[in-house]
């Protein structure tokens, strides 16, 4: 792990921090780009590009087969990452630490082996309202194939999620919850703990989608006593190609794999195969290499600034922007829980969210503008699209001004 | 602000944006598509009366969208009325070879040259699906299609 003296809370410089992510130091379309859509992809810092860089240069091979220096070397950092990884998140083993390609498919693995094997016709998986696209539509092929039954949690006009209604769903014949720690729309963070204890006492298993609360919030997946947790590494500054799912030892032990193919066997004939140990059983074919290894120096990275002090930074950043945003002529923010991290979502009365991010991306600002890939949240909150302005661990007080004053020049147009 | 801001959101286009024309359902269709822009989540209703003479007797529309696609549609609706289907298509055509480039100084005719205030789509790619949105949901409500995506 790296030094963490160095970057004590207190002591938390962004300017300095930026300095480690090349690409901050760009403009778009003339002007200095203000980046402010890490919740959909966070840009990367030197050392994992370096990491990247250093794997392909100087010791790339597969994993897991050669028989010679440089392929035990990579599969060390490979495996090394594992370690990494289960430390990030408080898993027991590196058994239970799934590489998978991003989050979506660490829910489809969950879906296809756990769903397919342990749910019946009738048996019932609850949601949120709230949920992006990826923790919705695996369940709903499963339902289509298996006849379950998909239950959701409503949420409040805040984007809370409503615990009594939420409680009232579950029963004898729920089987999984699966449920978003952040939305990556409104920022509101669940009470998972809360949800989990709840879902449990029915006999339920949880599945949390911890894509957007990973890069803010200290994981422990054993202290929250979640069955499955699922991330991308791109949101976590790591290379994209790379996600990961944790499952609980012996539910991944209790399911059959995903997909079939090399590296997952123990013993292959022609009338019968026996499948590797955990976590192999889950990673048929050549996995992404450099990518996991890079994802292990962004949670270095991550780390040696402390998840402690980026989360104070982003929970300052967050309010400023909250102030400034709010007391802007004819804006409306969508989704105002109290307990909220690092994204902030917008409409404007007098203008579409594609429109205005057309016009402020002249203005070198990048921001989302669209459904968020989470249609069933829009309709919700009754808004067609919002623009959203998100805050990673280098985001500045100039990006926010900047997104501010570049609304100015919608406002020129539409106002 | 930059020139081609200026350019693609030219007064015209914000006033049919704001004030989009024929923007209502239409209950004696004889054509009607649903159309959707799965990336952004655009949706609109393109409705068309086709007269007896197979002339465009009335058009008009639904739907949620940005400005460029609400003027996109206004105007369009516009224009339709009075015209054959195969003079739609060929408007159309036009107007699609207008929006993304393909040819610089495209013929639009001289009743449709007004739609020349949405050329400055062309210098925003990721905006030119705003402006032909309409136009494809029209093409496929002629040709009987009930829904139309773009991806």
Known sequence: MADTAMHS????????????????????????????DSAASAQKPRAVIDTVRDVYEREYANVHRGLYEISEAVTDRYEGTRETIRDFIGAASTKEIVFTRNATESVNLVAHSFGRNFLEEGDEVVITELEHHANIVPWQMLRDEKGIVLKVAPITDDGELIMSAFEDLLGPRTKLVAVAHMSNVMGTIL??????????????????????????????????????????????????????????EE???????????????????FEK?????????????TPAIAQAIGLGAAIDYVNGLGLAAIGQHEADMLNYATQQLSSFDGLRIIGTAPNKASVVSFVLDYAHP???????????????????????????????ATVRASIGLYTNKADIDALVGALGDVQEFFG | MSDDLRELYQEVILDHGKHPRNFHACEDATNEARGNNPLCGDQLVIYLKMGEDGKVADASFVGKGCA??????????????????????AMFDA?????????????????AEKLRVLSGVREFPTRVKCATLPWHTMVAALEGQDEISTE
């Open chain 1, 251 to 269: 539910l991944l032990d209790a399911m059959p794999p995903f997909m079939g193919g090399g590296d997952m066997i123990s013993s292959v004939t």
């Open chain 1, 273 to 285: 195969s026996t499948w590797a140990r955990l976590p192999h059983k889950f990673e048929a074919g």
């Open chain 1, 354 to 384: 594609h429109d205005i991010a057309t016009i402020i991306d002249r203005a070198g600002v990048a921001v989302r503008a669209g459904h968020h890939c989470a249609q069933p949240l829009m309709d919700r909150m009754d808004v067609p």
């Open chain 2, 68 to 89: 460029i696609s609400m003027a996109s549609a206004s105007m369009m609706t516009d224009l339709l009325k009075g015209r054959t289907a195969e003079e739609a298509q």
């Open chain 2, 95 to 111: 107007f699609h070879k207008m929006c993304t480039g393909e040819e610089e100084d495209v013929d639009l005719g001289e009743e």
């Open chain 1, 191 to 248: 009470p998972v703990e809360d949800i989990i204890r709840r879902a449990h006492a029915v006999g339920a298993k949880v599945l949390i989608d911890g894509c957007q609360s990973v890069t803010h919030i200290p994981i422990d997946v054993q202290a929250l006593g979640c069955d499955f947790f699922v991330f991308s590494g791109h949101k976590l500054y790591g290379p994209s190609g790379i996600g990961l799912l944790y499952g609980r």
């Open chain 1, 9 to 36: 809370p207190a002591a938390y410089d962004v300017e300095t921090v930026r300095g480690d992510f090349p690409i901050l130091s760009r403009t778009m379309h003339g002007k200095p780009l203000a980046f402010l």
